[in-house]
């Protein structure tokens, strides 16, 4: 199957910071999704992006899909921005072992 | 509406017990799954149902058993599980199966098993 590695494993923040979280995945892929698990373990949906750049308020998403990686930026962090994002690829959705972000006040 | 409801929200059970896993869609969605995650590990696949067919089975053990009664439902029967069983139970759908379809999680099931 397509392996998925995340970097950083672990990302502290003071609230305001900006921070880059990537994902490189080692084959081609039609299917990119990103998540942030809430300390509740619900996986909310941040962005579907198989290629192409997008942006969602302070979250903006950009895949390069011939380069097989995808990075996403987090502005202007917030407390409630704290948990563990997680990048997936394939309609089976394989999931990377995530970055666990922690905003402090 | 990107709705996907679970219950129980905890469920304890002992390894002789018969317990199911519900979960609700009202998306229109045609295509179902079951996820396990265990603490600090991220999701895996179990179980894809597809137009109310089971089409992919990872490869898990007998004592669960999936069932899609309609397009909207999907149910997980337990039976005879065991304590390394005990995780976090994700079930998602999309539109459709393939890869040009967004899968929508519900807020899981946090099975204990003493």
């Known amino acids: 199957g397509i392996q998925v590695e995340q970097s950083p494993p672990d990302l502290i923040l003071q609230e305001g910071a900006n921070s880059t979280l990537r994902c490189n995945f080692s084959?081609?892929?039609?299917?990119l999704q990103w998540f942030h698990q809430n300390p509740w373990g619900q996986l909310i949906n941040l962005f579907y992006i198989p290629s192409g750049t997008k942006q969602n308020g302070r979250l903006s998403a950009t895949t390069v899909a011939t380069e097989r990686y995808s990075l996403l930026y987090i502005s202007s962090s917030q407390t409630t921005d704290s948990g563990v994002y997680f990048c997936a690829v394939d309609y089976k959705l394989s999931f990377g072992a995530g970055t666990t972000v922690t905003v402090r006040a | 509406d990107t709705e996907v409801t679970q219950t129980p929200k905890h469920l304890v059970m002992g390894m002789t017990n018969k317990k199911s896993l519900k979960c609700e869609q009202h998306m229109g969605h045609r295509a179902m799954y079951w996820y396990k995650q265990k603490a600090k590990k991220p999701p895996e696949l179990m179980f894809v149902?597809?137009?109310?067919?089971?089409?992919i089975n990872e490869s898990v053990p007998s004592r669960f058993s999936p069932e899609c009664p309609n397009s909207s439902l999907l149910n997980l029967h337990l039976h005879a599980l065991q304590p390394e069983d005990s995780a976090l139970y994700l079930c998602?759908?999309?539109?459709?199966?393939?890869?040009?379809?967004?899968?929508?999680f519900g807020p899981g099931t946090r099975l204990t098993v003493t």
């Open positions: 149902y597809s137009y109310e067919k089971l089409s």
């Open positions: 084959d081609s892929v039609n299917n």
């Open positions: 998602a759908s999309s539109q459709s199966q393939g890869n040009s379809y967004e899968q929508y």
